[in-house]
């Protein structure tokens, strides 16, 4: 049974080239959700980033003041895949990967907003060569599953953990790949409501790798995209990266609503419409068995020590106008590191 039929195609100018990526799969067992496919594809990918979400669409900060946190790559080949979900709330898979990546160069500096143009990042290099890896995965979600007009979902929860472990071989006894690593990894998310104060939200990450992880693999912490705030990373960062083979990072957000200020039964303070949360987090990159990246620029940075933040978000500053209630983050960095001291961010709702 076709279970997933999805495409892309676009035509890119600066490229002067299509671009395009096609994925099918099949469900061969409903009980046990066992599923084949693959994808074949030429585009534009950018490197996988151990903060910044996956969902997280940069084109209109690019667009508008050429500020992008991702690191782009030529790719072009196909990838297997086997899924089987064995219990209620764990997902195995197995991918075998076959591309063909090389570097490619920033294209245009326009933006809608005049910056200058020294300032934008430049799109750094990558190992270039035919990249044939085996990646294994392990997921548990206990979130619910929800199906909707033939496609599976997850519904959103307050209380929820997820644990996804990955491991990736590469070597050129492997299919005769360019490359020669393994790398692990460990995320974890935790949701919970806490002591009836709210809501907590902890993000875990840790991983590493052996032999010379290519520049393209080589674990990321990137830096905070404009004003706009993100629970799960560091938001001092300027426009510089942190990268290492080994990295480990931790941020725990706490939302507590309304319900501090209501507490207090403090006269005025307890009338507060204004919602308060608190947030920090702390990472960690290393070299250990790979040459780091040397840029002109110094784009790429490692810790001697962690780098660390804390930091306040009040929102529902302007009730009077819902749904578009401002909110403002402000956030200072604890370690001594040459980014920012302090970040100011303002958004929507908090």
Known sequence: Q????????????????????????????????LSVGGSVEEQIAHRSSTTTSTRYNP????????????????????????????????????????????????????????RDSSRVRSN???????????????????????????????????????VTVVGEYSSPDFLNSDFDYSKFYIRVERHQRTLGMGVSQLTLFAGLSNRSLPFQ???????????????NSSNTLREEKFSGDRAASIYLNHNFDQLLFKKSELPLVSKLPFTLSLH????????????????????????????????????????????????????????DYDTESFRLQLGLKL
């Open 2 to 33: 076709l279970h997933d039929l999805r495409f892309k195609v676009g035509y890119s100018d600066a490229l002067a080239d299509w671009q395009y990526k096609f994925g099918v799969a099949y469900r061969l067992s409903k009980k046990h959700r």
């Open 124 to 162: 750094p290099a990558i190992d270039e060569g035919d990249k044939r890896s085996l990646l294994g995965a392990i997921s548990f979600d206990t979130r619910q599953l929800f199906r909707n007009k033939g496609r599976e979902g997850m519904f959103g929860a307050t209380q929820y953990l997820k």
């Open 280 to 335: 920090g987090g702390l990472f960690w990159t290393e070299f250990k068995n790979t040459k780091p990246l040397s840029t002109a620029d110094g784009q790429f940075l490692t810790t001697s020590k962690p780098y660390s933040e804390i930091g306040f978000g009040l929102g529902n500053l302007t009730p009077f106008i819902t749904p578009l209630n401002l909110a403002i983050w402000m956030t200072w960095q604890l370690s």
């Open 59 to 114: 084109t209109a900060l690019a667009l508008a003041y050429q500020i992008d946190p991702f690191d782009y790559l030529y790719q072009r080949g196909f990838d297997l895949a086997v899924s089987i979900k064995p219990l209620k709330k764990t997902t195995l898979w197995l991918i075998l990967e076959s591309y063909k990546q090389r570097s490619v160069d920033l294209q245009t500096d326009y933006s809608l907003f005049s």
């Open 217 to 231: 693999e080589q674990f990321v912490i990137d830096h905070g995209t404009g004003g706009l705030f993100f629970r």
